[in-house]
């Protein structure tokens, strides 16, 4: 009995240590997410306290995600009782400030675009065992109505259960909350008791609170539910009225939303790219889109196609009114779209401006517009982007608005933003994404609808400053006009008159504020922060200044930015102008840069892009088929490899036959229908050099070692292919092992390894030492005042690794190895052979003599154009 009892308490005894085991060493005690919205205008505090329960020192992270419209405007860390706090300042002078105080490296930043709605803030630091850290991040951002309804997004990922979760939303609306919703991706029956919703006449409280228990996936097991989104959706009471002004402390904000007004008929033209890059799931989401998007024009607008690749097609000679036939007909039209060949869209946005201007019988008042879908850059036509924004933004001049839709990341997202912004309309992104038809069709929801148009909203000059935009092109049902100013003057009454034109007639609209009773209206501090509309002003301006000036003349875009950046710095907000410094203990690294990332950050190196250019370009000078072309062909065959491969090694063979005439050369063989193992850029002399190294002899190769730097890099080939697959890379200080392979990236430090997987990016820093890896594309390790290591994943035909070098002006002249030794022991001297060839030459490395010679090599560098390398070409057996 004695001997029974023991076991069951060693096996108590067994599972509680388990248990404790099992328990993550970092742990997030208390999450709080305390959001209070006033007036649209919300302030997001988020607070994490983090325990280390671990018996040494360990690395703590907090992580948020957050909308991209909103901006940072404090963040603090409290250790041990000490605050470190995050300070905000002018972009150069802060990155000035963190690489003076960190001479060992520089940040890439901490926030980064997650998706197409939020940016990821990332923070890690040390804590010693036992210790305590709490994270304190707040953001504000304007709510933005669309289609009737303002959404607040809340990411919810703590990544583990947490002992007190809880998520507060303060909403107060003067002029009454219409209605009131919550969402979520995750909610369960459990977690819905964890759900509660408090609701007056202007004010709401939605409360989140689920217990430990509600949080797990299975009671057996401490996996969290909580991974999703949570979103509160609401709107608010309007009257038939000039809108509703609110005012606190001087400032004052209108909002101006009518409703239930006569739609005005539209004239639309559907410019779309059917490019070769198109061909496969994207057009046939856009098929699938615009077949949806007919079927919601209304019988008394008007519309046509015009489809473009290298070629510009209308599919009819005018535009025609949507009568069932007309829709009919063009849903047969849309199903035969196919894509193939480059893109001109100078030429067609030329001939969609041309069809309205010279359309006829269309309805007196109504709205025109032209809506560009494209996936690319200009390839065929004019393909100066510069040229093709003052091309278009003459030939439209004010009169219609355009709306430029960037499918996916090859477009360039500034050049479709500033055409857009610069002819009355916008810009959006569709994400290649499942989804990416209803993104389309929901895009077409928010501009379908315009019910107002030339919209001036007037308030007194003498006695209003600062006065945000307040004239309007056009105003679509279920959004909102949003307009701020500081009230300059002692005033009783605050007039403000609204004129615009609707589909019936010109509208008149007066309202007046009693400034004294408005105010009255926020003396309850429970339910706002501090002076919101001043804040809610400086947003605002900051807003349209920095849009403004995407699209104005250079001489009055420094002007533009120096004004969002006096704001930003006086507010406190993390802009595209200003970076904030985070501070850490001494004994750590210094800090680290937080950057606010545009739109524009989530485009593929523009080089790359010019890389694309630059070969439909010679693709077309010489008469071969462009990348685009292959693209749709790969379509056409059934993606079959084989056909592919075959299609690209022919384009190969042409296109270096076409420039071997351009230049003179006397080589007539497909010298760059393959990638070289390595690419030399050596300094000294300035030469590149294409490498191929035999490494079949041996299982890992020495390629390079320079003892002045810490650096030495292994590589080793794969099986069956002559490219490399692995590289090993050591550095001495600090002591840190990098194992990259095709399956992903592996750094191991003080005995501790991280896996950082290709389907990720990421960044990290240690001692100095910042590695990084671009999702699918380049693993990146650099140091200060050293060379930098770059390895691209190449993808086609054959996966395998690109390594190469940056900076290489910093190797020192004792490096070694198979790469090395051409940075510090290489020369290049002419052929005594007075019939030597001009391509081709002498190159003694480490003693040894090598005749090499000039050839065209495909590059796998990222920094490159990604067109074919000039290189002088030599094989090695290490």
């Given at each position: 009995?004695?001997?029974?009892?023991?076991?069951?308490?060693?096996?108590?005894?067994?599972?509680?240590v388990?248990a404790?085991a099992?328990?993550?060493?970092?742990?997030?005690?208390?999450?709080?997410?305390?959001?209070?919205v006033?007036?649209?205008?919300?302030h997001?505090?988020?607070?994490?306290?983090?325990?280390?329960?671990a018996?040494?020192?360990?690395?703590?992270?907090?992580?948020?995600?957050?909308?991209?419209?909103?901006?940072i405007?404090?963040?603090?860390?409290?250790?041990?009782?000490?605050?470190?706090?995050?300070?905000?300042?002018?972009?150069?002078?802060?990155?000035?400030?963190?690489?003076?105080?960190?001479?060992?490296?520089?940040?890439?930043?901490?926030?980064?675009?997650?998706?197409?709605?939020?940016?990821?803030?990332?923070?890690?630091?040390?804590?010693a065992?036992?210790?305590k850290?709490?994270?304190?991040?707040?953001?504000?951002e304007?709510l933005?109505?669309?289609?009737?309804k303002?959404?607040?997004?809340i990411?919810?990922?703590?990544?583990?259960?947490?002992?007190?979760?809880?998520?507060?939303?303060?909403?107060?609306?003067?002029q009454?909350?219409?209605?009131?919703?919550t969402?979520?991706?995750?909610?369960?029956?459990?977690?819905?008791?964890?759900?509660?919703?408090?609701?007056?006449?202007?004010?709401?409280?939605?409360?989140?609170?689920?217990?430990?228990?509600?949080?797990?996936?299975?009671?057996?097991?401490?996996?969290?539910l909580?991974?999703?989104?949570?979103?509160?959706?609401?709107?608010?009471?309007?009257?038939?009225t000039?809108?509703?002004?609110?005012?606190?402390?001087?400032?004052?904000?209108?909002?101006?939303?009518?409703?239930?007004?006569?739609?005005?008929?539209?004239?639309v033209?559907?410019v779309i790219?059917?490019?070769?890059?198109?061909?496969?799931?994207?057009?046939?989401?856009?098929?699938d889109?615009?077949?949806?998007?007919?079927?919601?024009?209304?019988?008394?607008?008007h519309?046509?196609?015009?489809?473009?690749?290298?070629?510009?097609?209308?599919?009819?000679?005018?535009?025609?009114?949507?009568t069932?036939?007309?829709?009919?007909?063009?849903?047969?039209?849309?199903?035969?779209?196919?894509?193939?060949?480059?893109?001109d869209?100078?030429?067609?946005?030329?001939?969609?401006?041309?069809?309205?201007?010279?359309?006829?019988?269309l309805?007196?008042?109504?709205v025109s517009m032209?809506?560009?879908?494209t996936?690319?850059?200009?390839?065929?036509?004019e393909t100066?982007?510069?040229?093709?924004?003052?091309?278009i933004?003459k030939?439209?001049?004010?009169?219609y608005?355009?709306?430029c839709l960037?499918?996916?990341?090859d477009?360039?997202?500034?050049?479709l933003?500033?055409?857009?912004?610069?002819?009355?309309?916008?810009?959006?992104?569709?994400?290649?994404?499942?989804?990416?038809?209803?993104?389309?069709?929901?895009?077409?929801q928010?501009?379908?609808?315009?019910?107002?148009?030339?919209?001036?909203?007037?308030?007194?000059?003498?006695?209003?400053?600062?006065?945000?935009?307040n004239?309007?092109?056009?105003f679509?049902e279920?959004?909102?006009?949003?307009?701020?100013?500081?009230?300059?003057?002692?005033?009783d009454?605050?007039?403000?008159?609204?004129?615009?034109?609707?589909h019936t007639s010109?509208?008149?609209?007066?309202?007046?504020?009693?400034?004294k009773?408005?105010?009255?209206?926020?003396?309850?501090q429970?339910?706002?922060?501090?002076n919101?509309?001043?804040r809610?002003?400086?947003?605002?301006?900051?807003?349209q200044?920095?849009?403004?000036a995407?699209?104005?003349?250079e001489?009055d875009?420094?002007?533009?930015?120096?004004?969002?950046?006096?704001?930003?710095?006086?507010?406190?907000f993390?802009?595209?102008?200003?970076?904030?410094?985070?501070?850490?203990?001494?004994?750590?690294q210094?800090?680290?840069?937080?950057?606010?990332?545009?739109?524009a950050?989530?485009?593929?190196?523009?080089?790359?892009?010019?890389g694309?250019?630059l070969?439909?370009?010679?693709?077309?000078l010489?008469?071969?088929?462009?990348?685009?072309?292959?693209?749709?062909?790969?379509?056409?065959?059934?993606?079959?490899?084989?056909r592919?491969?075959e299609?690209?090694a022919?384009s190969?063979?042409?296109?270096?036959?076409?420039?071997?005439?351009?230049?003179?050369?006397?080589?007539?063989?497909?010298?760059?229908?393959?990638?070289?193992?390595?690419?030399?850029?050596?300094?000294?002399?300035s030469?590149?050099?294409c490498l191929?190294?035999?490494?079949?002899?041996?299982?890992?190769?020495?390629?390079?070692?320079?003892?002045?730097?810490?650096?030495?890099?292994?590589?080793k080939?794969?099986?069956?292919?002559?490219?490399?697959?692995?590289?090993?890379?050591?550095?001495?200080?600090?002591?840190?092992?990098?194992?990259?392979?095709t399956d992903?990236?592996?750094?191991s430090?003080?005995?501790?390894?991280t896996?950082?997987?290709w389907?990720?990016?990421?960044?990290?820093?240690?001692?100095?030492l910042?590695?990084?890896?671009?999702?699918?594309r380049?693993?990146?390790?650099?140091?200060?005042?050293?060379?930098?290591?770059?390895?691209?994943?190449?993808?086609?035909?054959?996966?395998?690794?690109?390594?190469?070098?940056?900076?290489t002006?910093?190797?020192?002249?004792?490096v070694?190895?198979?790469?090395g030794?051409?940075y510090?022991?290489?020369?290049?001297?002419?052929?005594?052979?007075?019939?030597?060839?001009?391509d081709?030459?002498?190159?003694?490395?480490?003693?040894?003599?090598?005749?090499?010679?000039?050839?065209?090599?495909?590059?796998?560098?990222?920094?490159?154009?990604?067109?074919?390398v000039?290189?002088?070409?030599i094989?090695?057996?290490?």
């Open positions: 009995m004695e001997q029974r009892t023991l076991l069951a308490l060693l096996v108590f005894s067994s599972l509680i388990l404790e099992q328990k993550p060493a970092i742990e997030i005690y208390s999450l709080h997410v305390d959001c209070k006033t007036s649209r205008f919300a997001t505090v988020i607070t994490s306290r983090i325990v280390n329960r018996n040494e020192s360990r690395e703590a992270t907090f992580e948020v995600e957050l909308p991209k419209t909103a901006f405007t404090n963040f603090s860390m409290s250790i041990d009782g000490k605050v470190y706090p995050g300070v905000i300042k002018e972009k150069a002078a802060a990155q000035k400030e963190y690489d003076t105080a960190v001479s060992r490296g520089q940040s890439a930043g901490l926030v980064k675009i997650r998706d197409r709605k939020l940016e990821l803030f990332h923070v890690s630091v040390s804590i065992a036992a210790s850290v709490t994270f304190e991040l707040t953001y504000e304007l933005k109505r669309q289609l009737g303002f959404e607040l997004l990411k919810v990922r703590p990544k583990q259960l947490v002992k007190h979760y809880q998520i507060d939303v303060h909403i107060f609306e003067p009454g909350i219409r209605f009131l919703e969402d979520s991706t995750f909610m369960t029956n459990e977690l819905t008791e964890a759900l509660t919703k408090v609701q007056n006449e202007t004010k709401a409280h939605v409360l989140f609170k689920p217990t430990i228990d509600q949080q797990k996936v299975n009671p057996e097991l401490d996996e969290t909580l991974n999703g989104d949570f979103v509160v959706r609401y709107d608010v009471k309007r009257e038939a000039a809108g509703d002004i609110q005012i606190v402390n001087g400032y004052f904000v209108h909002y101006f939303a009518p409703s239930e007004m006569p739609v005005f008929p539209k004239n033209i559907f790219d059917r490019s070769g890059s198109m061909a496969g799931r994207k057009i046939e989401q856009t098929r889109a615009l077949l949806k998007i007919l079927q919601d024009l209304r019988p008394e607008d519309f046509s196609f015009i489809t473009f690749s290298n070629r510009v097609e209308e599919w009819k000679s005018s535009l025609v009114p949507a069932e036939e007309n829709v009919a007909s063009a849903a047969a039209f849309v199903q035969t779209l196919l894509a193939r060949g480059g893109t869209i100078n030429g067609a946005l030329l001939t969609a401006v041309g069809a309205l201007d010279k359309a006829e019988d309805p007196e008042r109504s032209v809506i560009l879908l996936d690319g850059q200009p390839t065929s036509g100066n982007v510069e040229e093709i924004q003052e091309n933004q030939a439209i001049n004010g009169k608005a355009l709306f960037g499918f996916g990341f477009v360039s997202y500034k050049f933003e500033k055409m857009a912004l610069s002819n009355g309309g916008i810009a959006r992104r569709i994400y290649e994404n499942a989804d990416a038809a209803l993104q389309l069709q929901g895009f077409y928010e501009v379908a609808t315009p019910i107002l148009m030339k919209i001036e909203m007037q308030y007194p000059e003498n006695a209003i400053e600062g006065l945000t935009k004239n309007f092109t056009l679509f279920g959004s909102e006009i949003v307009v701020s100013g500081k009230i300059r003057n002692e005033l009454l605050l007039p403000v008159e609204i004129k615009a034109q609707s010109d509208l008149t609209l007066k309202e007046e504020a009693n400034v009773e408005k105010e009255q209206i926020f003396q309850d429970r339910y706002i922060f501090g919101f509309i001043e809610l002003w400086a947003y605002l301006t900051i807003q200044l920095l849009e403004k995407i699209s104005a003349p001489e875009q420094k002007a533009l930015e120096a004004q969002a950046l006096e704001l930003s710095l006086q507010f406190s993390v802009t595209p102008l200003t970076s904030m410094v985070v501070t850490k203990p001494a004994d750590q210094q800090g680290e840069l937080a950057n606010k990332p545009t739109e950050d989530n485009e593929k190196p523009s080089n790359r892009l010019v694309k250019s070969k439909k370009s010679t693709s077309r010489l008469g071969m088929p462009s990348e685009d072309d292959l693209a749709s062909s790969r379509m056409r065959a059934g993606s079959a490899p084989g592919w491969a299609l690209q022919v190969s063979r042409k296109l270096f036959s076409g420039v071997s005439r351009i230049m003179g050369g006397a080589r007539a063989q497909p010298l760059f229908d393959e990638y070289p193992q390595f690419l030399l850029e050596l300094a000294k002399p030469e590149t050099v191929n190294i035999d490494g079949k002899s041996q299982p890992s190769v020495h390629l390079l070692s320079d003892p002045e730097q810490g650096l030495t890099v292994m590589g080939l794969g099986d069956g292919t002559n490219q490399f697959v692995e590289f090993r890379i050591n550095y001495v200080n600090p002591p840190v092992q990098i194992h990259v392979s992903g990236i592996v750094v430090h003080n005995n501790e390894n896996r950082l997987p389907t990720e990016s990421a960044t990290s820093t240690i001692q100095g910042r590695v990084s890896v671009e999702k699918e380049s693993f990146t390790a650099s140091l200060p005042d050293t060379v930098t290591v770059k390895i691209s994943l190449v993808k086609f035909p054959d996966v395998f690794l690109g390594l190469y070098f940056l900076d002006n910093h190797f020192s002249d004792k070694s190895g198979a790469l030794q051409f510090s022991k290489a020369q290049f001297r002419d052929n005594s052979n007075t019939n030597q060839r001009a081709e030459r002498l190159l003694t490395v480490s003693g040894s003599e090598h005749k090499v010679s000039r050839m065209y090599k495909k590059d796998y560098r990222l920094e490159s154009a990604r067109g074919p000039s290189c002088w070409s094989d090695l057996t290490p």
